[in-house]
């Protein structure tokens, strides 16, 4: 037994925490157990004296561990053992001990703390199960929307290219009315999908950002580019100014940075009937090795009220109920945009005034470093007038191979190459593509991603493989419904040249195709 003054005695009996003394004689035994300890065995303190730990633990082999652990390490700590109440019923405990020698320096001792973690255990096992189960659901959720969205594109793909092709032939002043109404209304379609996807995928954590070296000209000056047909259909002045300390080689995710300032500008667009759109960059704040930049787009607009300044960045929210009917759009674009800004460790804001304009301005953080910068940094400010049709080169008939299954997909795609005059065969495999080119030369494959027998990715992989020996390189891009940045990635590391998204964009694809050729 162990002497103790009353005071002393008080204190170990009054703590809810079971204490215990455990002499490692010739069986081991409790010398010591204070009142917690015996309550939660629910026996007597006499009772507890003199059995031995084997007597009341539910796993002998949980026993042994923590006995070779403590005998070894001269300490246990945060072990769980299982323990047998006098009823028979059993209780989860967590235990910290010490072993010890006893007065004579002979015997050993272990003294201890155990705690009852019975019911917490419990609470953190549903905890882990709901969670579980919402990761499960989330991941269900997420597979169900690229999946449709795969689904939903490919007829989608049939419908805006009819679309297009019909847009071309001879149509009475109604009929191409209609036709224009209704691809519009394809194309709407096919932002939302994109859209609700995007939002998902953010939510369920499956974007990544990259960490790549890009030029944030080149970034801001394609933006302004692709936005300055719509700005100038409304007259609207849009101009891009980064200022001269801002570094021009950064670190980071450009198609996700894009996405954002896409997204800005083509609200300051849609939002503006007169007046200017501007894009500024500068710097924020910079520390070793990175940079945040301030990103600002501003619009003389009509402006936003006060009252809904924040509820903007939410999920389906638009600032006046009428924006959907007089503008469209789907309160989705600033949710994904603020998503997107803090995982760049950035914040979004606003700064309006009704019937005057808006500032949005977004920072984002970037990996920076001297060796990646030029010389000559100056301001770089571009205004952006509509760009004239791009000049197109003189003809060259291209032998085209195609590898699509989907029989729809294939008519589409060949009369939208023929329409260029150039020759297409199509095969409806990868297994097929890899045996057409033995024999015969193309100057690029048109590549469907999904496909039977061999899909895209692995004929493109086993046809790089071949051309180690042979030295050549054919150009190969990928035609894929599967829109998102990661399918993208895929088609490149698998050895793709590039991607054509379906549906098909007649004018991107033609372009994507030129340049492909031009790179060699
Ligand atoms: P969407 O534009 O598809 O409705 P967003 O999330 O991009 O979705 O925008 C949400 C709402 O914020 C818009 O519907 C509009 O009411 C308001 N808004 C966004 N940008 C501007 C702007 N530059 N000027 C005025 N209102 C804007």
């Known amino acids: 037994m162990i002497e103790m003054n009353t005071k002393l005695k008080d204190l170990v009996n009054n703590l809810e925490i079971g204490i215990f003394r455990y002499s490692l004689d010739s069986r081991g035994k409790f010398v010591f157990a204070n009142a917690a300890f015996s309550r939660m065995l629910n026996k007597k303190t006499e009772d507890v004296l003199g059995i031995s730990f084997q007597d009341i633990c539910e796993n002998p082999e949980e026993l042994t561990r923590l006995n070779t652990k403590i005998c070894s390490q001269g300490r246990v700590e945060n072990e769980w053992i299982g323990l047998k109440r006098e009823d028979g019923s059993l209780i989860q405990c967590s235990i910290k001990a010490v072993l010890v020698k006893d007065d004579n320096e002979k015997d050993l001792l272990i003294d201890g703390i155990i705690e009852d973690i019975t019911e917490h255990k419990k609470a953190r096992e549903g905890l882990l199960q709901a969670k579980l189960a919402a990761e499960e659901a989330s991941s ?205 460790s950035g914040k979004i804001w606003i700064e309006s005034e009704e019937g005057v304009g808006s500032t949005f301005f977004f920072t984002a953080r970037f990996d920076v470093s001297d060796q990646l910068q030029t010389q000559d940094e100056k301001e770089h400010k571009k205004v952006f007038v509509q760009g004239k049709e791009p000049v197109t080169k003189a003809a060259r008939i291209l032998n085209i ?67 180690k020996q042979t030295g050549k390189h054919i150009p190969i891009l990928a035609m894929t419904a599967r829109a998102m940045v990661e399918d993208e990635k895929k088609c490149i590391e698998s050895g793709m040249d590039g991607y054509i998204p379906k549906p098909i964009d007649a004018v991107k694809m033609y372009s994507i195709i030129e340049q492909v050729l031009e790179k060699g």
């Open 140 to 344: 269900a959720k997420s597979m169900f929307l690229a999946n449709m969205s795969h689904e939903v594109r490919t007829p989608m793909n049939a419908v805006i290219g009819m679309l297009d092709l019909t847009l071309e032939t001879d149509l009475t002043d109604d009929q191409k009315d209609n036709i224009e109404t209704a691809k519009e209304a394809a194309d709407n379609l096919l932002s939302l999908l994109n859209d609700i996807l995007d939002i998902s995928r953010v939510e369920a954590g499956k974007i990544v950002l990259e960490k790549v070296k890009f030029d944030l000209w080149k970034v801001t000056d394609s933006v302004g580019k692709g936005l300055s047909v719509l700005a100038n259909k409304k007259n609207i002045q849009l101009t891009v100014n980064v200022d001269p300390k801002v570094p021009r080689m950064i670190v980071g995710d450009s198609t996700r940075l894009r996405q954002i300032i896409i997204n800005l500008l083509n609200n300051a667009i849609k939002f503006t009937a007169k007046g200017s759109v501007e894009l500024k960059v500068g710097v924020a704040s910079s520390l070793e090795g990175e940079v945040e930049l301030l990103f600002s787009v501003t619009d003389t607009g009509i402006g936003i009220p006060k009252d809904k300044q924040q509820a903007i960045f939410e999920v389906f929210t638009q600032a006046d109920a009428s924006t959907t009917r007089k503008f469209g759009g789907t309160g989705l674009g600033l949710a994904i945009s603020r998503k997107l800004v803090e995982m760049m």
């Open 401 to 467: 191979l195609l590898a699509e299954d989907n029989p729809l997909n294939q008519k589409i795609a060949v009369k939208l190459l023929e329409k260029k005059g150039w020759l297409v065969e199509v095969v409806d495999n990868g297994q097929k593509a890899i045996d057409h080119i033995v024999d015969k030369n193309f100057d690029v494959i048109l590549m469907d991603v999904q496909m039977p027998v061999l899909d895209g990715l692995e004929a493109t992989k086993k046809i790089r493989e071949q051309e």
